[in-house]
């Protein structure tokens, strides 16, 4: 496999900055260095991505992989960043077909940032195969959550970050990027996927983020089939998951989480929650599931088969 030419220009991600608190009393305290680079292909300016510049190249080859803008990291011959202008120039092997074209339609999405995708946001949707036997293990989820809760972190110094995360279904950690919007650090995992010539069929993707449509199409993209976040889903994300048939788990923290789509991908083992094994009998085989159309029905599936809305505190995002 041939991979780009490629620089290694991270830079510091915090800068320090003086602050005056409510006693009118001085400190030093760190702040994310967001950052402007603007991306350029074959000598044409694509997009402006506003980052914290720790892994630059993966995130403009991400970036590029799933904007759909090339089909493999081989067609991608050198990617350059140099800070000092604030860009990064990619040379491709053969060009990008009707390139104009392709990037004329510009949807803004609701990433941290301000995220945006080019195209149709459902183009080529209907043509992702996720692998269907993937299972992930409820010992795996905490294990996960657990692994985040003590990653140490930008945003345990500064702040004001997303962070997104890979790991292997037993929970190991594979890749952490933090950036200034979820956007961004999904693609950067995505860059490193493919600089590493890494499969996602059988991973676990988490992010800080909300699941939006833009994260699950990303995952889709990624071949990922189960995404985990401490926060919510929209309606959107949460339709195009159920049309994939990927396995959303939101509001992840400690123990709890809510499953709210393909339940049959997740082994369950309900005495590490505390429950009694009779009251998570329908997780994995909720009877409002059509399985083989990846669709749900009108009825919500129920978290491990128990009342959905009972404690879950569902009116907040985070």
């Known amino acids: 496999m041939r991979l780009p030419e490629m620089t290694q220009a991270s830079v510091p991600l915090t800068q320090e900055v003086e602050a005056i608190d409510e006693k009118g009393r001085r400190s030093l305290i760190h702040i994310p260095?967001?950052?402007?680079?603007?991306?350029?292909?074959?000598k044409r300016e694509l997009v402006t991505l506003m980052t914290l510049g720790g892994a630059p190249e993966a995130l403009v080859l991400g970036y590029l992989r799933n904007q759909r803008l090339v089909r493999s990291v081989e067609d991608v011959e050198s990617i350059h960043v140099d800070w000092s202008v604030g860009a990064a120039a990619v040379k491709t092997r053969g060009g990008v077909a009707d390139i104009e074209a392709r990037t004329a339609r510009k949807v803004v999405t609701t990433g941290c940032g301000q995220g945006s995708v080019f195209g149709d946001l459902m183009e080529e949707v209907d043509d992702i195969v996720l692998p269907p036997d993937a299972r992930l293990k409820q010992s795996g989820v905490y294990r996960i959550v657990e692994t985040i809760r003590t990653q140490q972190s930008i945003y345990k110094q500064a702040g004001s970050v997303h962070g997104c995360a890979l790991f292997t279904q037993d929970g190991e950690l594979l890749?952490?990027?933090?950036?200034?919007?979820?956007?961004?650090?999904?693609?950067?995992?995505?860059?490193?996927?493919?600089?590493?010539?890494?499969?996602?069929?059988?991973?676990?993707?988490?992010?800080?983020?909300?699941?939006?449509?833009?994260m699950v199409i990303k995952g889709a993209?990624?071949?990922?089939?189960?995404?985990?976040?401490?926060?919510?889903?929209?309606?959107?994300?949460?339709?195009?998951?159920?049309?994939?048939?990927?396995?959303?788990?939101?509001?992840?923290?400690?123990?709890?989480?809510?499953?709210?789509?393909?339940?049959?991908?997740?082994?369950?083992?309900?005495?590490?929650?505390?429950?009694?094994?009779?009251?998570?009998?329908?997780?994995?085989?909720?009877?409002?599931?059509?399985?083989?159309?990846?669709?749900?029905?009108?009825?919500?599936?129920?978290?491990?088969?128990?009342?959905?809305?009972?404690?879950?505190?569902?009116?907040?995002?985070?």
């Open 175 to 214: 890749y952490f990027v933090e950036d200034v919007g979820r956007h961004n650090a999904v693609d950067s995992i995505a860059g490193k996927m493919w600089l590493d010539n890494m499969s996602g069929d059988d991973k676990v993707f988490y992010t800080t983020g909300r699941l939006t449509s833009e």
């Open 33 to 42: 260095a967001e950052r402007a680079l603007t991306v350029y292909v074959d």
């Open 221 to 318: 993209q990624m071949s990922i089939p189960f995404l985990l976040s401490r926060s919510g889903t929209t309606q959107m994300g949460h339709s195009v998951a159920s049309r994939l048939g990927m396995t959303l788990l939101a509001r992840c923290t400690g123990r709890h989480f809510l499953l709210l789509t393909s339940p049959e991908r997740l082994v369950p083992e309900p005495e590490l929650a505390g429950l009694l094994p009779s009251s998570c009998s329908t997780m994995g085989s909720h009877p409002n599931r059509d399985t083989s159309s990846a669709v749900l029905t009108a009825e919500p599936v129920s978290h491990f088969g128990c009342d959905p809305m009972v404690g879950h505190g569902l009116d907040k995002e985070g």
